[in-house]
């Protein structure tokens, strides 16, 4: 990239990427092509902020030494076919997250490329919801955030609310009255309230209470039977092993196994316990 | 389990496959993808379809804007009373400062009413602008989340602006007749002055949410250029009796059609000319604004060339927003 950009210098551990192999017998649905993910992050100062040192860097010609670029996905290749529940394990800033993004088309790649068929989603409407709104009108928002029409919103108004099962009454109040777990179920009730392609869900399940667990398994299972692929990261590999018929295991941002929840799990669990 | 920290040392031991058969065996990827009709997914789409995405989050950007202004004054104890009572102060501070203490005129009738429809009207323009910077910037993680056009960002906190603008237009009209002048058919012109103004500032917000978008540091320097602005518009002083008064303008005549071309001198002179009919009955011909015919040809031309220009401008960057 530019000048003045730091690139994030740490030990970084080189894989061996499995080898992609092309099932021709089934039909693909995402196609990851030696994918690379740099993006940029404000205000890491590693020098001390002082006006004169500023100054220096100006005079050195390094503009914005504050921004530093991380490399979060290194490299990596699969495909996805029709009916797959892809489990994406790895350690925290393993590149987990990005990588769905980069599916979903959020992140563009800085190499390599994402194919898909139709319009994968992530299942992240959170982001768009605001907590000093009621839930009421934070429904409508994430609806028509993630593209519903005014009339489809009003038919799953009823739906979602009934879903997020919230305690009486506080529908009508803000969202950050809402203890942790209820802001979390109003979420997940209104990504859910849309049809996805390629459904991409991020430690959506790791919130909540049993009871919310099981009924948003629920949920998932069909999606999943709607949709043509799902992506599944979570940090609990029981849901995994559960909910997936093959696992992705990142490492720094590099593909280490791609294999049966079996395989991989086994190995990931050898590996962090060593 | 919930959280495992990284591994000690890289596990290969599992893997067996020969480096030499690294996916390149066969057919390459993107030719795999190509054959069953994959589409690349961060790819930005062509400008007819942009445009029919951006026109179905009509709603959304609606909602979006007043879920924003809604959720500005929920800290404060008035809330939504704030709406009105900030532009009531507003002009309460330069009504005290210019009407009372200075008592100045400056040669214009009605000299109060005729600032603060200034300040208002400008302040619209202002606003949208410093809010349409920061509209990419503050959004990441919604760019991060969602698929939608990202135009859709700007546009709705120029909505935001809008709908505020709004609110003080009719705060406006009271303080107007408060000082004695009297509703006019005139004041129908405000509607046509105010909608292209609005067009005006969807564009130009459009132009700095794609600066302020790769260049953060625009943000800082937003107000010094929109205070000179201000003050290049003649909200506080006439552009006329700048141009009479200044030496340099004098000299450098082509000063004053510049900045009588400008656009914040062009919506709030014909603001001005909409709500206070005596002004440009009484304004001294010699230092008369520009013929109103003028101003009208500007203002369509400001806000067609910016909103279209802009909005081609910043989705020509569309697929590459994310990377803030």
Known sequence: ?274 | MSHPERPASGPTGSLTAPPASQGKSGESLTAFAARHGLTQSAARPPLGLYLRRLWGRRHFIWMFASSKSKAMYTSSRLGQLWQVLTPILNAGVYFLIFGLLLSTSKGIPDYVPWLVTGVFLFSFTQRSVTSGAKSVGTNLSLIRALHFPRASLPLAYTVVEFQQAMVALAVLFGIVMAFGVMPALSWLMIIPVVALQLLFNLGISLIVARLGAFTRDISQLIPFITRTWLYASGVIFSVASLSTRSDFIRENPWISDVLEANPGYVYVELARQALLPEYVAQTDPQVAATNPGMLWIYAVVWAVVILVGGFYWFYRAEERYGRG
């Open chain 1, 1 to 274: 990239m530019g000048r003045g950009v730091d690139v994030a210098e740490k030990e970084q551990v080189n894989h061996v990427p499995p080898p992609v192999v092309i099932d021709t017998t089934r039909q693909p649905i995402v196609v990851v092509d030696d994918l690379h993910i740099k993006y940029k992050v404000y205000g890491t100062v590693r020098e001390k902020g002082t006006g004169a040192s500023a100054l220096g860097r100006i005079l050195r010609g390094r503009s914005r030494p504050q921004m530093t670029e991380i490399h979060a996905v290194r490299g990596v290749s699969f495909i996805a076919y029709k009916g797959d529940a892809i489990g994406v394990i790895g350690t925290n800033g393993s590149g987990k997250s990005t990588l769905l993004k980069a599916i979903a088309g959020l992140l563009p790649p800085a190499s390599g490329g994402v194919y898909t068929d139709g319009q994968p989603s992530l299942l992240g409407v959170g982001a768009a919801l605001m907590k000093d709104l009621t839930g009421e009108r934070n429904i409508i928002l994430g609806c028509l955030a993630m593209g519903l029409s005014p009339e489809e919103t009003k038919e799953k108004y009823q739906e979602i609310v009934q879903f997020a099962g919230l305690r009486k009454g506080f529908i009508k109040y803000p969202m950050n009255t809402y203890s942790s777990g209820m802001g979390a179920r109003l979420r997940f009730a209104i990504a859910s309230a849309r049809t996805h392609d390629v459904l991409l869900i991020d430690e959506a399940l790791a919130t909540g209470d049993a009871k919310f667990r099981r009924r948003s398994k629920r949920k998932i299972d069909q999606m999943r039977k709607n949709a043509g692929a799902v992506f599944l990261v979570a940090h609990q590999l029981d849901v995994v092993a559960e909910t997936c018929n093959r696992v992705l295991w990142l490492d720094d941002g590099q593909l280490v196994m791609d294999g049966t929840p079996e395989d991989v799990i086994a190995a990931y669990t050898e590996a962090i316990n060593k």
